[in-house]
């Protein structure tokens, strides 16, 4: 019986290889040329050098990233300190008329102080309480603040990572985002947010790297697009510096 079954699965191997051949055989044909049977060999690796020698000053950054995250339906502004951050939150928590603000467990955000300056609003960090279902809070939350780790002008995204006291809910699931982005955190190009995670090796990676560039946009169905099915409709970037 094992026998059998085995002479069976060598058959159905034996057929699908078959199919696999005539498959590429059929695609080099409408190509008119013979089947590459060894991977071509690549000459080149990695980004070439004007890519990696690009850099772009402060105000260029910052002008770029602006640029390409206001394209896509995101809000900027531009901020001296962390008492700035504190009151724009505070303003825009006025002004959509929270009632329910979740924000990162980071020491920084703790310093903006919004438990004095919105005493009428309720505001939880994440992670702080072992037997609360921060996803459910979460998702409950009107505003969600997050501190950014990295910011790429060329792509006009943010990059979040996650950990105990930084969970990706914070970001993912509030209607309304607001991301603190310090101006030493941006960078030109992709490649430099990359090299970070190369630096740390792969072992101590988060288990969450997000990167964020404006608001939730879907257009699955019908290729109608619709905002915030995702995650946040109304993203607010403040470079901060």
């Not at 970001?171 to 955190?185: A, D, G, K």
């Amino acid at each position: 019986m094992v026998t059998e079954h085995q002479q069976w699965l060598a058959q159905l191997e034996k057929k699908s290889i078959e199919k696999q051949e005539q498959f590429m055989n059929d695609i080099a044909s409408k190509l008119r040329r013979p089947r590459q049977r060894q991977a071509p060999t690549q000459p080149f690796r990695g980004a070439p050098d004007f890519w990696t020698e690009l850099e772009w000053d402060e105000e260029k950054r910052i002008q770029a990233f602006t640029d390409n995250f206001v394209s896509v339906g995101a809000h900027i502004a531009r901020v001296k300190n962390m008492e700035e951050v504190s009151q724009f939150i505070a303003n825009k928590s006025r002004e959509l008329s929270a009632r329910y603000i979740i924000r990162q467990n980071e020491q920084a955000l703790k310093d903006l102080g919004l438990e004095e300056q919105l005493p009428e609003v309720q505001i939880s960090v994440w992670n702080s309480q072992a037997d609360e279902n921060w996803k459910a809070r979460a998702a409950e939350a009107d505003i969600g603040v997050v501190m950014a780790d990295y910011a790429t002008a060329y792509t006009g995204s943010v990059t979040v990572l996650s950990s105990p006291e930084k969970g990706r809910s914070v970001s993912l699931l509030p209607t309304v985002l607001i991301i603190i982005i310090p101006v030493h955190r941006l960078y030109t190009r992709l490649g430099e947010t990359l090299d970070r995670f190369d630096e740390v090796g792969r072992e101590n990676l988060p288990a969450g790297i997000h990167f964020i560039s404006g608001p939730s946009r879907s257009s699955d169905i019908e290729n109608d697009l619709t905002i915030g099915v995702h995650g946040p409709g109304i993203v607010y970037g403040l470079i901060m510096g």
